[in-house]
């Protein structure tokens, strides 16, 4: 599926957008009126990124709550500080 996290499996949730007007009565004002409600959906932000599983790379779409968790390692193109080999 897509727009779903391959380790999580985080997806599309769906809500409320509330419209409101007014000031809150803790600044002073009458309160909030809401003046309007409609359906909306909150999408995870996913990015497509290359993981490292077993000996091989792999391109995975991974949330950004996965990859700030540690929940998977990311491929190494080359250890970072080295020079390349002579041949």
């Known amino acids: 599926m897509s727009r779903q996290c391959d380790v999580c499996g985080k997806s599309p949730q769906v809500g409320n957008s509330v419209s409101q007007r007014g000031k809150p009565k803790y600044l002073g004002g009458n309160g909030r009126k809401t003046t ?36 998977v390692q990311k491929a190494v193109v080359r250890k970072p500080f080295t020079l390349p080999a002579n041949n």
Do not use: D, H, Y
């Open 36 to 71: 309007g409600i409609s359906r909306r959906k909150f999408k995870p932000n996913l990015q497509k990124i290359r993981v490292q599983e077993g000996g091989n790379a792999q391109t995975r779409r991974v949330c950004t709550a996965c990859i700030r968790a540690g929940r």
